[in-house]
């Protein structure tokens, strides 16, 4: 497997993930025609409108319905594509994780350096006294005004999740550090993403290493400039690799 011999001959591997690398872990992605006919069709927005800055601010208790309902999922597990990516960190071959996901689920399968360039839904944070709160507070009725979660340490901010929405700037610090590590890698493998939204096709442009490798089942428009692509399940790419490096 060529893609085998490139992890072999490479010192310095960055995977990109997006989506897709959650899909197989049964987390739709909201983008997909699904995801914008049910947003559409229950809420009467499309995702992106729901997911804003503006939406949040103005509609905080539509916001907190369609997030809970649908950018959050408990009982998810880590996925052969979680796990293999795990076990080449581990074993050397791999730096870094750059995720658009915002799950979680990398961390939960062991990767260690990963870079969350959405931020995350296990972290939560009162707006007015900045307290900190983990996923389960926001999802207790307890700690709710309806939908909306309010911290009980300053006695009523908003607590939020520490995600980016539409509208709202990437964390300079994280995306400083993404950029540097596609920078300096010699080989990036990137899967699970369509690569037509930002940030994927900006942070694509800072890579000037030996291949370039697409796995994402359906085309994408680099597919051309790619030096290896495969449109297969990342998991199962991901699991023969791992066979084949006997790890």
């Known amino acids: 497997m060529l893609l085998v011999d490139i992890i072999r001959g490479s010192k310095n591997i960055v995977f990109f993930?997006?989506?897709?690398?959650?899909?197989?872990?049964?987390?739709?992605?909201?983008?997909s025609d699904n995801g914008l006919y049910m947003a559409q069709n229950t809420y009467g927005y499309l995702p992106e409108e729901l997911l804003s800055h503006t939406f949040f601010v103005d509609k905080p208790e539509l916001f907190f319905q369609y997030y809970k309902k649908?950018?959050?999922?408990?009982?998810?597990?880590?996925?052969?594509?979680?796990?293999?990516?795990?076990?080449l960190e581990h074993s050397g071959f791999l730096s870094v994780v750059v995720t658009q996901n915002i799950d979680g689920l990398h961390q939960a399968a062991g990767s260690v350096n990963v870079l969350?360039?959405?931020?995350?839904n296990h972290r939560q944070y009162c707006m007015v006294c900045k307290a900190k709160y983990d996923l389960h507070y926001i999802l207790n009725p307890e700690?709710?005004?309806?939908?909306?979660p309010k911290c009980k340490k300053c006695g009523g901010g908003i607590v939020r999740p520490d995600?980016?929405?539409?509208?709202?700037?990437?964390?300079?610090?994280?995306?400083?550090?993404?950029?540097?590590?596609?920078?300096?890698?010699?080989?990036?493998i990137i899967g699970g993403?369509?690569?037509?939204?930002?940030?994927a096709v900006g942070l694509l442009q800072y890579f000037?290493?030996?291949?370039?490798?697409?796995?994402?089942?359906?085309?994408t428009p680099y597919d051309s400039h790619a030096d290896v692509v495969i449109h297969e399940s990342i998991g199962t790419v991901l699991s023969n690799v791992i066979?084949?490096?006997?790890l």
């Open 193 to 199: 993403t369509s690569l037509v939204v930002y940030p």
């Open 143 to 148: 700690n709710c005004d309806g939908f909306v």
């Open 163 to 188: 995600v980016v929405l539409y509208e709202e700037p990437l964390d300079e610090n994280v995306m400083r550090a993404a950029t540097a590590a596609i920078a300096a890698a010699d080989c990036l």
């Open 116 to 120: 969350e360039l959405h931020g995350s």
């Open 208 to 219: 000037n290493g030996n291949n370039l490798v697409l796995i994402n089942k359906s085309e």
């Open 243 to 246: 066979k084949q490096l006997n």
């Open 70 to 87: 649908n950018l959050i999922f408990v009982d998810a597990k880590p996925n052969a594509a979680h796990v293999a990516l795990a076990k």
């Open 17 to 31: 993930g997006g989506a897709g690398v959650s899909t197989e872990s049964n987390i739709p992605d909201f983008r």
